[in-house]
């Protein structure tokens, strides 16, 4: 069986992190065929567009995609060419698992999911400014919309993915106490839906400011987190600082008929071209894919072959204190999928 998935590489350090990413999979003898596109500042100056339509159709055909981080141009009226591409695919979980693989970091048993609502929230771009007193900029207006549609299923798929996962508990992070509507809607459908869960899942709700703090105090408490879009933002950031950082945080996009698997940082333009980036995020990302594709075994054996890199052998970049190159890390990773 081969898998046909389109690649995009990226900007900056893109390139240098998808090449140790595919050194991994390919480690794992399951055949591929990639089917490579560009997108961001890299297409912008091939073709004049930041998200060519030859990229949006590889990805409409293969419905999976691996991705590099894609730079957003500033100025000219460009919208964010990630949140482009999870409007058009209606990626409408964005999932962010994070689990301390070092140890003797701040925390030793963080082991958390957290799944950002994708589509909606503060995010649709519906701002104005509105005059007061003849001050154009009196007042900033900007509209959040939580609809049932988008609510059900991103909580829905919080709950299969702990059933699918063997976890115990989802929690539903809100501001339910002032943003009555919104986060209120997001709460009681989250009541609704933990229901049928019932003697499988768990379910408890937390207010962000609560959660955030409870995040960094006990985090072994968390398990599966499901959350409107800016606090899972917010949140899954915090997550990755508490095991670590950036550099080893994965993401997966989800919709019903497309996925796209990626880093969480972005292009790293002050270390792009010297070959020190660490591509552990995207090696991660590479088995969440992988998972995805119903290839469980695969993917335990890239995150078992990455920490033992890291902890046993002692492999590392320099974001994690070692001195291995990117291409580096990406074969010794590769040498021990089994
Ligand atoms: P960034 O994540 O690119 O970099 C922040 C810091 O983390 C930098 O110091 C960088 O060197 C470091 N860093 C990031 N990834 C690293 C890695 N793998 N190994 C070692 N160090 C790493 O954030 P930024 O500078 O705010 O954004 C740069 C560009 O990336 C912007 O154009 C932004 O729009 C884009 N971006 C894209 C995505 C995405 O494609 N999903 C996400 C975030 C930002």
Redesign the pocket.
């Known amino acids: 069986m081969t898998y046909t998935i389109t690649l995009l590489p990226?900007?900056?350090?893109g390139p240098e992190?998808t090449d140790a990413a595919l050194a991994v999979l390919h480690a794992t003898g399951i055949d591929f065929a990639w089917d490579r596109q560009i997108g961001?500042m890299e297409a912008l100056d091939a073709v004049g567009d930041p998200l060519p339509a030859a990229t949006l159709d590889s990805i409409r055909t293969t419905k999976i995609a691996l991705?590099?981080?894609?730079?957003?141009p500033?100025g000219g009226g460009f919208r964010?060419?990630?949140v482009a591409l999870r409007k058009e695919f209606e990626l409408f979980a964005n999932v962010r698992p994070a689990k301390t693989l070092v140890p003797g970091g701040r925390f030793d048993h963080v082991d958390i999911v957290l799944v950002r609502e994708n589509l909606e929230g503060l995010y649709i771009g519906q701002e104005r400014w509105v005059e007061v007193d003849g001050d154009p900029h009196g007042r900033a207006e900007s509209v959040a919309v939580v609809s049932r549609k988008n609510s059900e299923r991103v909580i829905r798929y919080a709950f299969d993915y702990a059933v699918r996962h063997g976890r115990k508990k989802v929690s539903l992070v809100h501001k339910a106490n002032i943003l009555k509507f919104t986060t209120g809607l997001f709460l009681e459908i989250g009541r609704e839906i933990a229901k049928e869960y019932e003697g499988r899942v768990a379910f408890n709700d937390l207010i962000v400011d609560n959660a955030a703090m409870q995040l960094v105090l006990k985090p072994e408490q968390f398990d599966v987190i499901v959350t409107t879009n800016l606090f899972g933002d917010i949140l899954s950031d915090e997550i990755s600082g508490l095991v670590g950082g950036?550099?080893l945080a994965p993401?997966g996009n989800i919709g019903t008929h497309s996925a796209i698997f990626?880093?969480?940082?972005?292009?790293?333009?002050?270390?792009a071209g010297q070959g020190?980036?660490?591509?552990?995020?995207l090696i991660l990302a590479s088995a969440m894919m992988l998972d995805h594709l119903g290839e469980d075994e695969a993917a335990l054996s890239i995150r078992r072959a990455l920490i033992a890199t890291i902890v046993a052998d002692e492999v590392r970049?320099?974001?994690l204190g070692g001195t291995a190159s990117t291409s580096e890390f990406g074969h010794a990773v590769a040498r021990r999928v089994v």
Do not use: C, M, Q, Y
Not at 262 to 270: I, N, Q
Not at 276 to 281: E, H, K, L, Q, R
């Open positions: 990226g900007d900056g350090i992190i961001g991705k590099g981080p894609l730079a957003t500033v964010s060419v990630n950036l550099g993401g990626e880093a969480v940082h972005g292009s790293a333009p002050d270390i020190i980036a660490n591509p552990s995020a970049t320099r974001d």
